[in-house]
C-alpha cells in the first residue's frame, strides 16, 4: 500500500515556475515508478511524465516536453515536478500516482497506475 500527498501548487503568472512535491508513505516506495498526471475542468486526465523507480529515466508528454523536469528523492519518499515557462494551457489539478512496474516510466494510460494522491491545482494567469 502506497499513499501519495501532493503540495506546491498554486496561483502563477504565465512564464513563471513551481515546483510541486509528491510525498509518498510505505517503505517500497523505491519499487514503484511515478508518475504525474493532470485534469483540466471538461477534460480527460492527460499524463505529463513519468519517472522509473531508480530515477535514471523520464518521460514526457509532448505538452510538456523541455519545460517540465521529473525528480525524485528515494531517500525521503518524494517526487516533484518542475514547471517553467508556464502557459495558462497548464491549469489543472496535477495528480501524482504510483506504478508498482517500476522499471518502465513509459506507461501513459492513468489505468495502468496503482495508487493516486488527491490532486493539487495548478492555476496560470495569462
Known amino acids: 500500500q502506497v499513499q501519495l500527498v501532493e503540495s506546491g501548487g498554486g496561483l502563477v503568472q504565465a512564464g513563471g515556475s513551481l515546483r510541486l512535491s509528491c510525498a509518498a508513505s510505505?517503505?517500497?516506495?523505491?519499487?514503484?515508478?511515478m508518475g504525474w498526471f493532470r485534469q483540466a475542468p471538461g477534460k480527460e486526465r492527460e499524463f505529463v511524465g513519468a519517472?522509473?523507480?531508480?530515477?535514471?529515466?523520464?518521460y514526457y508528454g509532448d505538452s510538456v516536453r523541455g519545460r517540465f523536469a521529473i525528480s525524485r528523492d528515494n531517500a525521503k519518499n518524494t517526487v516533484y515536478l518542475q514547471m517553467n515557462n508556464l502557459k495558462p494551457e497548464d491549469t489543472a489539478v496535477y495528480y501524482c500516482?504510483?506504478?508498482?512496474?517500476?522499471?518502465?516510466?513509459?506507461?501513459?494510460?492513468?489505468?495502468?497506475?496503482?495508487?493516486w494522491g488527491q490532486g493539487t491545482q495548478v492555476t496560470v494567469s495569462s
Open positions: 500516482a504510483a506504478d508498482r512496474f517500476g522499471h518502465l516510466g513509459n506507461r501513459v494510460a492513468a489505468w495502468m497506475y496503482d495508487y
Open positions: 510505505g517503505r517500497t516506495f523505491g519499487n514503484y515508478a
Open positions: 519517472i522509473t523507480w531508480s530515477g535514471a529515466s523520464t
